[in-house]
């Protein structure tokens, strides 16, 4: 099953008044690069849940976003620090003292010092913990099935577009096989025929005259390389169709594909296969950029 390299998943999972949002982005890469920021008291945590994402991806560039939204952590009340705030009324009066005045020191003057109150740091209760990494590995739960719902979705499209390609690699082949049956035969005879025109008769030796035609003909068949295509060919449908993620072989066989069809046109030496190797390698680039996609 082709599944591609580019998704998006988002889940969202509520518990005790603890709600964490998770989002999963990937992009193309040639290699797994995940990045992932966890809140503070799961930094330890990180390497578990990243080998919980490779269980489902192997290949790309993985962004994950999470929120936590902790209510319990924020219910403990602001803290008026009463030391400084003694300590601002006293340099308060003593301005006024300076500059003699007598008028009151009003609140808002107060409140424009803004370490009088703090928000104190909260206390991690160990089972509350427990409660809000088990909220963020549900909604990452949540968030790798749409990432991969999405990725199957993209994949199944990009399926369609290379069977419909390699079908048509498949056809040129059959074409040029068609074009080169006999071919061996009929060009021993045309070179034999051709030299023999050039040449004295009483001037060649028919034994060597038979191997140098026969290695002649050899150079130009392409049997063996339209046999390896047909081959790489069918190991591309087969790795489509795997189970497996297969994004490394493809793009290992359209490398495999791309030089057979090269060969075929440097060999064959004949207008016709020179063209459908052509139409051919036209299909091939298309579904290279299309492997690119593949995980």
Not at 142 to 155: D, N, P, T, V
Request: aromatic share 4%; hydrophobic share 35%.
């Amino acid at each position: 099953m082709i599944i591609s390299m580019t998704g998006f998943g988002r889940g969202k999972a509520c518990a005790n008044g603890v709600t964490a949002m998770v989002e999963l982005k990937t992009l193309n890469s040639r290699y797994l690069d995940i990045n992932v920021r966890l809140p503070q008291q799961f930094q330890d945590k990180e390497l578990q849940f990243k080998e919980t994402l490779t269980q489902h991806i192997s290949r790309g560039k993985l962004n994950v976003s999470i929120h936590l939204d902790d209510t319990e952590s924020q219910r403990q009340a602001p803290i008026v620090d009463a030391q400084k705030l003694a300590n601002y009324i006293q340099i308060l009066q003593e301005i006024q003292t300076t500059i003699g005045t007598d008028a009151k020191i009003e609140l808002n003057q107060l409140l424009q010092f803004n370490d009088l109150i703090t928000q104190p740091e909260p206390v991690h209760d160990p089972e509350h913990d427990k409660l809000c990494w088990t909220v963020i590995q549900q909604a990452n739960s949540m968030a790798i099935e749409k990432l991969m719902e999405m990725k199957r979705q993209e994949g199944a499209q990009l399926k369609d577009d290379i069977d419909s390609r390699i079908l048509g690699i498949q056809q040129a082949l059959n074409q040029i096989q068609q074009t080169t049956d006999g071919r061996g035969d009929d060009l021993k005879k045309k070179l034999q025929e051709r030299i023999s025109s050039l040449l004295d008769d009483e001037k060649i030796d028919p034994n060597r005259l038979e191997m140098e035609v026969t290695l002649m003909a050899d150079k130009m068949d392409i049997t063996e390389e339209t046999v390896r295509l047909a081959s790489h060919l069918k190991f591309f449908t087969e790795a489509i169709e795997s189970d497996e993620h297969a994004g490394r072989r493809l793009n290992f066989l359209t490398q495999e594909i791309n030089r057979e069809l090269n060969t075929i046109g440097s060999k064959a030496n004949d207008s016709s296969i020179a063209h459908e190797v052509v139409k051919a390698k036209e299909m091939l680039e298309q579904i290279r950029e299309q492997v690119q996609n593949i995980e």
